[in-house]
């Protein structure tokens, strides 16, 4: 559930830092430029499921295929040029990211490049969005996203090696690597415009996995029962206006910085991925079935992996921002367990057992002050005798005189 929060944060912070990098004078801005977008994704995923799917897929294509050009072109030109062309970079700027060869450093650049292969949990989360058969088709589009995720990064990775491009603070690296290859022109922009879509789209996979996620972890009573229940147009409307108000508020607390968001972005994901692997594997030992040893050792390898890499990004990253996280999984355990106990609770005081029932509510007797009897007294008394459980109604007449 944090990584759900934290990848919408991300996501729409690197998308606005695409859009800052081509735009300088909106830099400024980036905070509110960040707010207003989660809002417009919101909106559109309250709208229902299929209705945000059909609306955010022509822009997810037209992303990929401009990322997709740059990297195929960018890579072309790499290889069969006569002479590299890398970036000028200045003394000042590379002697800041220049550090002793170290084991430390190898496992810190480990645990960046871990944050990669996050968001594929959730195709898992979200299977019963698919269409029929879910199963088979939530495989497929996850084949599909590492074969397009490990091409990009992979092709983006040599293309910033290859021209020694170094990260900066107003601009990201595709745009250097976009401004290298083709220019300030119009490919430039159209780059820059789809590298944004991409990264805000992504997080709209965070709005159909976190609302998902938090009803199933209502029916089995770890949260309040209302995130269960859908709304007009058949989407967890609940769980989705509580991921855009709290991405919102980590936006503005780390004030829309894309790198100060990423540790707790990967932390919180491998921690995820680690519990669900050994889960697995005891699920095995357990069942057993068809297969069962193999299996059981493709999710032992799993859980062996994740659970290395999140020891190292707790390790690496935990003054970054780990510590965040590792807290607000203890907090956020405490509060699934105090909602678990409270429905247990009120289970037990509603439950209707063979030898005890409920008492029977008891006669009330109703007094009526008058101080004559006219219309409204009469439905007065009516409304009176016809409540339920109720004894015959007295009349206690009296006057200002008497009752001195």
Same mark, same amino acid.
């Given at each position: $559930? ?15 830092? *695409? ?20 809002? +417009?994704?919101?909106? $559109? ?10 609306? +955010? ?6 992303? @990929? ?20 062309? &890398? ?21 810190? /650049? ?19 969005? +698919? ?60 780059? #820059? ?9 992504? /997080? ?22 209302? $995130? ?31 790198? *100060?968001?990423? &540790? ?5 994901? +491998? ?9 697995? !594997? ?15 050792? !493709?999710?032992?390898?799993?859980? @062996?992996?994740?659970?290395? /890499?999140?020891? @190292?990004? *707790? ?30 609770? !009120?289970?037990? #005081? ?18 009526? &002050?008058?101080?004559? !009897? ?9 409304? /009176? ?20």
């Amino acid at each position: $559930m944090i990584s759900y929060v934290v990848t919408v944060a991300v996501s729409i912070a690197a998308g606005i830092a *695409a859009l800052t990098s081509a735009v300088p004078s909106l830099f400024a801005h980036r905070e509110a430029l960040g707010l207003v977008t989660i809002l +417009f994704i919101v909106i $559109m995923n309250l709208r229902g499921v299929r209705e945000s799917g059909k609306f +955010f897929s022509i822009p997810t294509y037209f992303a @990929i295929g401009v990322l997709g050009f740059l990297v195929v072109v960018g890579v072309v030109r790499s290889l069969y040029d006569s002479q590299s062309v &890398p970036l000028a970079i200045n003394s000042a700027d590379s002697s800041v990211g220049l550090e002793s060869l170290t084991l430390f450093l190898i496992l810190r /650049a480990f645990a960046v490049g871990c944050s990669a292969v996050t968001g594929m949990e959730v195709i898992s989360n979200g299977v019963k969005a +698919f269409r029929a058969p879910e199963s088979k088709n939530a495989a497929t589009t996850m084949i599909w996203m590492s074969v397009i995720l490990g091409s990009l990064f992979i092709g983006v990775s040599w293309l910033a090696y290859h021209y020694g491009i170094l990260p900066k603070a107003d601009e990201t690296v595709v745009s250097q690597l976009a401004r290298v290859t083709f220019g300030t022109g119009a490919v430039y922009y159209a780059i #820059q415009i789809g590298t944004m879509i991409l990264l805000i789209l992504a /997080a709209n996979s965070a709005f159909a996995g976190f609302p998902h996620l938090a009803s199933i972890l209502a029916r089995d009573g770890f949260m309040p029962h209302q $995130m269960a229940t859908f709304g007009d147009r058949l989407v967890f409307s609940n769980g989705i206006i509580i991921l855009g108000l709290f991405a919102c508020v980590l936006l503005v607390l780390f004030e829309g910085d894309t790198h *100060a968001l990423i &540790p707790l972005y990967a932390i919180g994901v +491998f921690v995820s991925f680690t519990i669900s692997q050994s889960g697995m !594997v005891r699920s095995w030992l357990k069942r057993k079935g068809d297969h069962w040893r193999v299996k059981l050792v !493709v999710n032992g390898m799993g859980a @062996i992996t994740t659970g290395i /890499a999140t020891a @190292i990004i *707790a390790t690496t990253k935990f003054w970054d921002g780990s510590w965040i996280v590792l807290l607000l999984v203890t907090l956020l355990i405490m509060m699934f367990r105090g909602i678990r106990s409270h429905y247990k609770a !009120v289970k037990e #005081q509603i439950a209707l057992t063979r030898d005890s029932r409920p008492p029977r509510p008891r006669h009330n007797l109703v007094l009526i &002050p008058i101080s004559g !009897v006219n219309r409204s007294v009469v439905r007065a008394v009516d409304y /009176a005798r016809s409540r339920g459980g109720t004894s015959k109604p007295c009349w206690l007449m009296s006057t200002r005189k008497k009752l001195r």
